[in-house]
Protein backbone atom coordinates (compact mmCIF):
# COMPACT_ATOMS: atom_id res chain seq x y z
CA UNK A 1 0.00 0.00 0.00
CA UNK A 2 1.28 3.38 -0.90
CA UNK A 3 0.72 6.26 1.17
CA UNK A 4 0.00 9.70 -0.48
CA UNK A 5 0.25 12.97 1.31
CA UNK A 6 -1.04 16.33 -0.52
CA UNK A 7 -0.03 19.34 0.58
CA UNK A 8 -0.06 22.98 -0.91
CA UNK A 9 2.79 25.17 -1.62
CA UNK A 10 2.76 28.39 0.96
CA UNK A 11 3.08 31.54 -1.20
CA UNK A 12 6.65 32.70 -1.76
CA UNK A 13 7.66 36.40 -1.42
CA UNK A 14 9.75 38.90 -3.20
CA UNK A 15 13.26 37.69 -4.77
CA UNK A 16 15.00 39.96 -2.24
CA UNK A 17 13.14 38.35 0.95
CA UNK A 18 12.70 34.78 -0.28
CA UNK A 19 17.01 34.66 -0.75
CA UNK A 20 17.42 35.66 2.43
CA UNK A 21 14.60 33.76 4.28
CA UNK A 22 15.99 30.22 2.30
CA UNK A 23 19.82 31.16 3.01
CA UNK A 24 19.37 31.47 6.82
CA UNK A 25 17.24 28.10 6.54
CA UNK A 26 19.48 26.03 4.78
CA UNK A 27 21.74 26.33 7.27
CA UNK A 28 19.39 24.67 9.36
CA UNK A 29 18.29 21.36 6.68
CA UNK A 30 19.88 17.82 7.50
CA UNK A 31 19.97 15.13 5.99
CA UNK A 32 17.98 12.35 6.82
CA UNK A 33 18.00 8.58 6.28
CA UNK A 34 15.08 7.25 4.23
CA UNK A 35 12.65 4.35 3.40
CA UNK A 36 10.50 3.89 0.67
CA UNK A 37 6.58 3.23 0.87
CA UNK A 38 6.82 -0.83 -0.25
CA UNK A 39 9.59 -1.40 2.76
CA UNK A 40 8.50 -3.50 6.09
CA UNK A 41 9.22 -2.34 9.29
CA UNK A 42 12.33 -4.22 9.78
CA UNK A 43 13.86 -2.51 7.26
CA UNK A 44 13.54 0.87 8.93
CA UNK A 45 14.70 -0.91 11.85
CA UNK A 46 17.66 -1.97 10.22
CA UNK A 47 18.12 1.67 8.85
CA UNK A 48 17.80 3.23 12.39
CA UNK A 49 20.78 0.87 13.35
CA UNK A 50 22.60 1.70 10.64
CA UNK A 51 21.96 5.71 11.17
CA UNK A 52 21.76 5.82 15.25
CA UNK A 53 22.30 9.36 15.38
CA UNK A 54 18.94 9.93 13.51
CA UNK A 55 16.13 11.33 14.81
CA UNK A 56 13.69 10.93 12.00
CA UNK A 57 13.52 8.77 9.10
CA UNK A 58 11.62 9.94 5.68
CA UNK A 59 9.64 7.87 3.94
CA UNK A 60 8.90 8.25 0.39
CA UNK A 61 6.94 6.79 -2.61
CA UNK A 62 9.08 5.59 -5.59
CA UNK A 63 9.17 9.11 -6.79
CA UNK A 64 11.61 10.02 -3.69
CA UNK A 65 8.66 12.42 -2.84
CA UNK A 66 8.36 12.50 1.07
CA UNK A 67 4.89 11.05 2.07
CA UNK A 68 5.73 10.26 5.92
CA UNK A 69 7.55 10.80 8.78
CA UNK A 70 9.00 7.93 11.01
CA UNK A 71 10.18 9.81 14.58
CA UNK A 72 12.51 6.96 15.75
CA UNK A 73 11.84 7.40 19.27
CA UNK A 74 8.85 6.91 19.01
CA UNK A 75 9.21 4.02 16.73
CA UNK A 76 11.50 2.03 18.80
CA UNK A 77 9.11 2.16 21.94
CA UNK A 78 6.38 0.97 19.70
CA UNK A 79 8.24 -2.04 18.69
CA UNK A 80 9.61 -2.78 22.07
CA UNK A 81 6.04 -2.53 23.70
CA UNK A 82 3.59 -5.28 24.40
CA UNK A 83 2.82 -6.39 21.10
CA UNK A 84 5.66 -4.52 19.16
CA UNK A 85 8.37 -7.01 17.65
CA UNK A 86 5.82 -10.09 16.91
CA UNK A 87 3.48 -7.71 15.35
CA UNK A 88 4.44 -5.38 13.84
CA UNK A 89 7.86 -6.53 12.50
CA UNK A 90 6.73 -7.31 9.14
CA UNK A 91 4.14 -4.68 8.59
CA UNK A 92 4.68 -1.88 5.89
CA UNK A 93 6.49 1.17 7.37
CA UNK A 94 3.19 3.18 6.78
CA UNK A 95 1.79 1.80 9.53
CA UNK A 96 3.66 3.70 11.64
CA UNK A 97 4.86 6.67 9.87
CA UNK A 98 3.01 10.18 10.61
CA UNK A 99 0.77 10.58 7.65
CA UNK A 100 0.48 14.18 7.96
CA UNK A 101 3.90 15.59 8.09
CA UNK A 102 4.91 18.81 6.96
CA UNK A 103 6.26 18.96 3.53
CA UNK A 104 8.03 22.11 2.47
CA UNK A 105 9.49 23.01 -0.99
CA UNK A 106 12.87 24.82 -0.84
CA UNK A 107 12.61 28.57 -1.30
CA UNK A 108 9.00 29.09 1.10
CA UNK A 109 9.91 31.97 2.91
CA UNK A 110 10.03 31.36 6.50
CA UNK A 111 7.21 33.33 7.77
CA UNK A 112 4.74 30.96 5.60
CA UNK A 113 6.20 27.76 7.01
CA UNK A 114 5.80 29.28 10.10
CA UNK A 115 2.10 30.52 9.77
CA UNK A 116 1.32 26.66 8.50
CA UNK A 117 2.78 25.26 11.87
CA UNK A 118 0.37 27.68 13.74
CA UNK A 119 -2.42 26.43 11.78
CA UNK A 120 -1.18 22.64 12.64
CA UNK A 121 -1.12 23.47 16.07
CA UNK A 122 0.14 19.85 16.82
CA UNK A 123 3.55 20.28 16.53
CA UNK A 124 5.95 20.15 19.08
CA UNK A 125 10.21 21.56 19.26
CA UNK A 126 11.35 18.13 18.54
CA UNK A 127 9.69 17.62 15.24
CA UNK A 128 10.37 17.84 12.00
CA UNK A 129 9.73 19.37 8.84
CA UNK A 130 10.50 17.79 5.37
CA UNK A 131 12.06 19.50 2.64
CA UNK A 132 11.70 19.30 -0.95
CA UNK A 133 13.59 20.86 -4.10
CA UNK A 134 11.30 20.30 -7.03
CA UNK A 135 9.16 18.05 -4.86
CA UNK A 136 12.25 15.65 -4.07
CA UNK A 137 13.51 15.08 -0.84
CA UNK A 138 16.29 17.32 -0.08
CA UNK A 139 16.82 16.77 3.75
CA UNK A 140 14.50 17.87 7.02
CA UNK A 141 14.44 20.43 9.32
CA UNK A 142 13.92 20.39 13.03
CA UNK A 143 11.16 22.73 14.25
CA UNK A 144 13.23 24.43 17.23
CA UNK A 145 15.56 25.20 14.46
CA UNK A 146 12.93 27.49 12.33
CA UNK A 147 11.47 28.80 15.12
CA UNK A 148 14.75 30.26 16.42
CA UNK A 149 15.41 32.68 13.15
Partial sequence: MTAIVLYKRPQLVTKDDQSLSFYLLSKFIQDSPHVYTNQKCKDTLRVLFAHPEAECIVVCNEADQPVGLVNCSKFYLRLIGPMGMDSLYMEPVTKLMNRN????????????????????????????????KQGKLSGVLKVSDLLSL
Avoid: A, C, W
Fill in 101 to 132: PLIVEEGTHVQSIREELDRRQEHSLGEYIMMT
